[in-house]
């Protein structure tokens, strides 16, 4: 059951949650050497905003319709 049930949307859902957590402290490190340093912060909106649409929404979306729509098929399969 966990293998059709959990893992076809985790394959995707996984990887998108564990580039969210390094972009967060990718961010923090950066933030926390800037005050550490005396320098000025950087603005890293438009890195953020890029890895969002392009790695981490369409991972999440087709997680999302995987699980939807592929994994009613496998249980049905199994049962």
Same mark, same amino acid.
């Given at each position: 059951?966990?293998?059709?049930?959990?893992?076809?949307?985790?394959?995707?859902?996984?990887?998108?949650?564990?580039?969210?957590?390094?972009?967060?402290?990718?961010?923090?490190?950066?933030?926390?050497?800037?005050?550490?340093?005396? %320098?000025? *912060?950087?603005?890293?909106? $438009?890195? /953020?905003?890029?890895? +969002? &649409?392009?790695? @981490?929404?369409?991972?999440? %979306?087709? *997680?999302?319709?995987?699980? $939807?729509? /592929?994994?009613?098929? +496998? &249980?049905?399969? @199994?049962?």
């Amino acid at each position: 059951f966990f293998v059709f049930g959990i893992l076809p949307h985790g394959i995707f859902e996984i990887p998108a949650f564990i580039y969210a957590i390094s972009i967060g402290l990718y961010l923090c490190k950066m933030n926390t050497y800037a005050i550490v340093k005396k %320098l000025p *912060a950087k603005n890293y909106n $438009s890195e /953020i905003k890029k890895s +969002l &649409i392009f790695i @981490i929404m369409p991972l999440i %979306l087709i *997680a999302a319709l995987i699980e $939807s729509f /592929i994994t009613p098929i +496998l &249980i049905r399969f @199994i049962r």
